[in-house]
Nanobody
Framework: QVQLVESGGGLVQPGGSLRLSCAAS????????MGWYRQAPGKERELVAT?????????NYANSVKGRFTISRDNAKNTVYLQMNNLKPEDTAVYYC?????????????WGQGTQVTVSS
């Protein structure tokens, strides 16, 4: 079993910043990719940013967050972060952490429980 514990969501004014964290634990042999997705009311879940957990640390961002959000990782802690700057009302959503990796001899694909981010004045 794998657990993803997210933290850092909350209410912030437009133009403000938040930092989300996601710590992975449990039966994990290796992690390939971690990332953040979000889902606003009435909309489908969408990719925000991903990062590979290999040495390359390659990142991928949705066009809507490029230049404002930064994803990073701490491999020793199996933790991924999402620094969100210059937040806009349209960033309001539940943000979910996602992990792809290997547990034992099988691929693993897990989601966190979600953390609410609300951008409003």
């Amino acid at each position: 079993q794998v657990q993803l514990v997210e933290s850092g969501g909350g209410l912030v004014q437009p133009g403000g910043s938040l930092r989300l964290s996601c710590a992975a634990s449990g039966s994990i042999l290796s992690i390939n990719v971690m990332g953040w997705y979000r889902q606003a009311p009435g909309k489908e879940r969408e990719l925000v940013a991903t990062i590979t957990i290999t040495n390359s640390g390659r990142t991928n961002y949705a066009n809507s967050v490029k230049g404002r959000f930064t994803i990073s990782r701490d491999n020793a802690k199996n933790t991924v972060y999402l620094q969100m700057n210059n937040l806009k009302p349209e960033d309001t959503a539940v943000y979910y952490c996602h992990l792809l990796g290997v547990g034992g001899s099988s691929p693993i694909d897990y989601w966190g429980q979600g953390t609410q981010v609300t951008v409003s004045s």
